[in-house]
């Protein structure tokens, strides 16, 4: 399976943005996550969702960001909320297997928040 996220882009503190993930092949039973990479770190798991819709989230986006899946349609969407500076990075997604990504990664989009 190869995995696309695009909706990236540049917004300003305290705006939103929607981000989506389109898989090539079905992803119905997978646990999905998105995950941020900002320079100098190694990528972080910011949100998860089960394939029953279950969501876990890190204590940095908690209450900002949602996480949701279309089954049907092989896609997992991120709506970001009250953006923040140090949101800004590079986002990808993937399957989720053994608290570990699964696929090798495909190609992430680019969220720059100013302040």
């Known amino acids: 399976v190869q995995l696309q996220a695009s909706g990236g882009g540049l917004v300003q503190a305290g705006g939103s943005l929607r981000l989506s993930c389109a898989a090539s092949?079905?992803?119905?039973?997978?646990?999905m996550g998105w995950y941020r990479q900002t320079p100098g770190t190694q990528r972080e798991l910011v949100a998860a969702v089960t394939s029953g819709g279950n969501t876990n989230y890190a204590d940095s986006v908690k209450g900002r960001f949602t996480i949701s899946r279309d089954n049907a349609k092989n896609t997992v969407s991120l709506q970001m909320d009250s953006l923040k500076p140090e949101d800004t990075g590079v986002y990808y997604c993937?399957?989720?297997?053994?608290?570990?990504?699964?696929?090798?990664w495909g190609q992430g989009t680019l969220v720059t928040v100013s302040s």
């Open positions: 092949g079905t992803i119905r039973s997978n646990v």
């Open positions: 993937n399957r989720i297997w053994s608290n570990r990504p699964y696929y090798p």
